[in-house]
Protein backbone atom coordinates (compact mmCIF):
# COMPACT_ATOMS: atom_id res chain seq x y z
CA UNK A 1 0.00 0.00 0.00
CA UNK A 2 1.20 3.24 -0.92
CA UNK A 3 2.05 5.77 1.99
CA UNK A 4 -1.10 7.75 3.48
CA UNK A 5 -0.64 11.32 2.82
CA UNK A 6 -1.77 13.87 6.14
CA UNK A 7 -4.55 15.34 5.50
CA UNK A 8 -3.44 18.28 8.69
CA UNK A 9 0.23 18.81 10.49
CA UNK A 10 0.56 20.68 13.35
CA UNK A 11 3.73 21.65 15.10
CA UNK A 12 3.41 20.57 18.90
CA UNK A 13 7.22 22.10 19.22
CA UNK A 14 7.64 24.43 22.03
CA UNK A 15 11.15 24.93 21.28
CA UNK A 16 11.40 26.33 17.52
CA UNK A 17 11.93 22.84 16.02
CA UNK A 18 10.81 22.55 12.50
CA UNK A 19 7.59 20.32 11.78
CA UNK A 20 8.39 16.65 11.72
CA UNK A 21 7.79 15.02 7.75
CA UNK A 22 5.35 11.65 7.99
CA UNK A 23 8.14 10.16 5.98
CA UNK A 24 9.99 9.92 9.33
CA UNK A 25 7.77 7.68 10.73
CA UNK A 26 6.36 5.87 7.82
CA UNK A 27 10.13 4.84 6.39
CA UNK A 28 10.93 3.79 10.03
CA UNK A 29 8.04 1.49 10.53
CA UNK A 30 8.12 0.40 6.65
CA UNK A 31 11.44 -1.04 7.35
CA UNK A 32 9.92 -3.05 10.22
CA UNK A 33 8.19 -6.33 10.80
CA UNK A 34 7.50 -6.59 14.68
CA UNK A 35 7.07 -2.80 16.16
CA UNK A 36 9.50 -2.85 19.32
CA UNK A 37 7.88 -2.43 22.74
CA UNK A 38 3.81 -1.46 21.90
CA UNK A 39 1.32 -0.92 24.13
CA UNK A 40 -2.25 -0.73 23.53
CA UNK A 41 -4.86 1.51 25.33
CA UNK A 42 -8.38 0.66 25.57
CA UNK A 43 -11.56 2.01 28.11
CA UNK A 44 -13.33 -0.30 30.06
CA UNK A 45 -16.99 -0.22 29.67
CA UNK A 46 -17.40 1.74 32.69
CA UNK A 47 -14.96 4.60 30.83
CA UNK A 48 -11.27 3.44 33.30
CA UNK A 49 -8.56 2.97 31.10
CA UNK A 50 -6.54 -0.43 30.42
CA UNK A 51 -3.19 -0.47 29.07
CA UNK A 52 -1.57 -3.65 27.84
CA UNK A 53 1.93 -4.44 25.88
CA UNK A 54 1.05 -6.46 22.65
CA UNK A 55 3.11 -7.76 20.02
CA UNK A 56 2.36 -5.88 16.70
CA UNK A 57 3.55 -5.73 12.85
CA UNK A 58 3.22 -3.28 10.34
CA UNK A 59 1.43 -4.88 7.23
CA UNK A 60 -0.04 -2.11 4.70
CA UNK A 61 -0.37 0.48 6.35
CA UNK A 62 -2.24 -0.42 9.34
CA UNK A 63 -0.67 -2.11 12.67
CA UNK A 64 -2.06 -5.82 13.56
CA UNK A 65 -1.97 -8.04 16.54
CA UNK A 66 -3.21 -10.47 17.95
CA UNK A 67 -5.57 -10.93 21.64
CA UNK A 68 -7.48 -13.70 23.42
CA UNK A 69 -11.46 -13.15 22.99
CA UNK A 70 -11.15 -13.93 26.65
CA UNK A 71 -8.58 -11.07 28.02
CA UNK A 72 -9.75 -7.18 29.11
CA UNK A 73 -8.75 -6.22 25.93
CA UNK A 74 -10.08 -7.63 23.65
CA UNK A 75 -13.51 -7.46 26.07
CA UNK A 76 -12.86 -3.88 26.19
CA UNK A 77 -12.35 -3.38 21.56
CA UNK A 78 -15.58 -5.67 21.55
CA UNK A 79 -17.25 -2.96 23.56
CA UNK A 80 -15.81 0.30 22.12
CA UNK A 81 -13.39 0.21 19.19
CA UNK A 82 -11.47 3.52 20.00
CA UNK A 83 -8.21 2.52 21.32
CA UNK A 84 -4.49 4.11 21.04
CA UNK A 85 -1.16 2.41 20.15
CA UNK A 86 1.75 3.53 21.79
CA UNK A 87 5.73 2.36 19.89
CA UNK A 88 9.05 3.97 20.60
CA UNK A 89 10.97 3.67 17.12
CA UNK A 90 14.66 4.08 16.44
CA UNK A 91 14.25 8.12 16.39
CA UNK A 92 11.02 8.87 17.12
CA UNK A 93 8.24 7.77 19.90
CA UNK A 94 4.71 7.56 18.20
CA UNK A 95 1.34 7.76 19.62
CA UNK A 96 -1.66 6.20 17.02
CA UNK A 97 -4.82 7.44 17.59
CA UNK A 98 -7.69 5.20 16.12
CA UNK A 99 -10.16 1.97 16.22
CA UNK A 100 -9.27 -1.99 16.13
CA UNK A 101 -11.31 -4.35 14.45
CA UNK A 102 -11.32 -8.23 14.32
CA UNK A 103 -9.93 -9.31 11.04
CA UNK A 104 -11.34 -12.71 10.32
CA UNK A 105 -10.98 -13.33 6.37
CA UNK A 106 -8.69 -15.98 5.43
CA UNK A 107 -6.46 -13.82 2.93
CA UNK A 108 -6.15 -11.02 5.55
CA UNK A 109 -5.42 -13.75 8.17
CA UNK A 110 -2.55 -16.29 6.40
CA UNK A 111 -1.40 -12.52 4.80
CA UNK A 112 -0.60 -11.16 8.96
CA UNK A 113 0.44 -14.65 10.04
CA UNK A 114 3.12 -15.13 6.89
CA UNK A 115 4.31 -11.27 8.31
CA UNK A 116 4.08 -12.75 12.21
CA UNK A 117 6.16 -15.83 10.75
CA UNK A 118 9.03 -13.62 9.19
CA UNK A 119 9.09 -11.88 12.56
CA UNK A 120 10.03 -15.60 13.98
CA UNK A 121 6.80 -16.01 15.95
CA UNK A 122 5.50 -19.63 14.31
CA UNK A 123 1.66 -18.77 13.57
CA UNK A 124 -1.09 -20.97 11.92
CA UNK A 125 -4.23 -20.07 11.01
CA UNK A 126 -7.16 -22.16 12.11
CA UNK A 127 -10.44 -21.26 11.25
CA UNK A 128 -11.16 -17.76 11.70
CA UNK A 129 -8.44 -17.36 14.44
CA UNK A 130 -4.45 -17.16 14.70
CA UNK A 131 -2.78 -19.98 16.60
CA UNK A 132 0.88 -21.30 17.81
CA UNK A 133 2.85 -22.77 20.36
CA UNK A 134 3.76 -20.16 22.22
CA UNK A 135 2.49 -16.19 22.70
CA UNK A 136 2.95 -13.73 25.38
CA UNK A 137 1.30 -14.46 29.03
CA UNK A 138 -1.06 -11.43 28.09
CA UNK A 139 -2.35 -12.67 25.34
CA UNK A 140 -4.58 -15.28 27.04
CA UNK A 141 -4.78 -19.20 25.41
CA UNK A 142 -4.80 -19.73 21.94
CA UNK A 143 -6.71 -19.67 19.22
CA UNK A 144 -5.97 -15.85 19.31
CA UNK A 145 -8.16 -12.83 17.48
CA UNK A 146 -6.36 -10.80 14.64
CA UNK A 147 -7.25 -7.45 14.81
CA UNK A 148 -6.58 -4.62 12.24
CA UNK A 149 -5.95 -0.79 13.64
CA UNK A 150 -6.70 2.04 11.54
CA UNK A 151 -5.38 5.40 13.13
CA UNK A 152 -6.49 8.75 12.05
CA UNK A 153 -4.15 10.83 14.12
CA UNK A 154 -0.42 9.96 15.13
CA UNK A 155 1.55 11.73 17.40
CA UNK A 156 5.47 12.14 16.96
CA UNK A 157 7.88 13.06 19.38
CA UNK A 158 11.50 12.76 17.74
CA UNK A 159 14.04 11.39 20.41
CA UNK A 160 17.23 12.01 18.15
CA UNK A 161 18.12 15.10 15.26
CA UNK A 162 16.59 16.86 13.62
CA UNK A 163 13.93 17.32 17.15
CA UNK A 164 10.65 17.98 16.95
CA UNK A 165 7.45 16.75 17.79
CA UNK A 166 4.18 16.99 15.42
CA UNK A 167 0.64 15.80 15.06
CA UNK A 168 -0.39 14.54 11.39
CA UNK A 169 -3.76 14.07 10.79
CA UNK A 170 -5.37 11.88 8.29
CA UNK A 171 -8.70 10.74 6.05
CA UNK A 172 -10.70 8.43 8.60
Known sequence: MAERAPIETKNLDGYGH??????????????LIFLPTTILGTVRPEGRPHAAG???????????????????????????????????????????????????????????????????????????????PYAAPSAGPSPWHLYRFTFHTVIGNAIAEPNGATLWRFEQ
Open 54 to 132: IGAVWLDGDIYFTSGPGTRKSRNLAANPACTIATRLATIDLVFEGEAARVSDEPTLEQAAARFREGGWPVQVEGDAITA
Open 18 to 31: ALLPWSRPYNLLAG
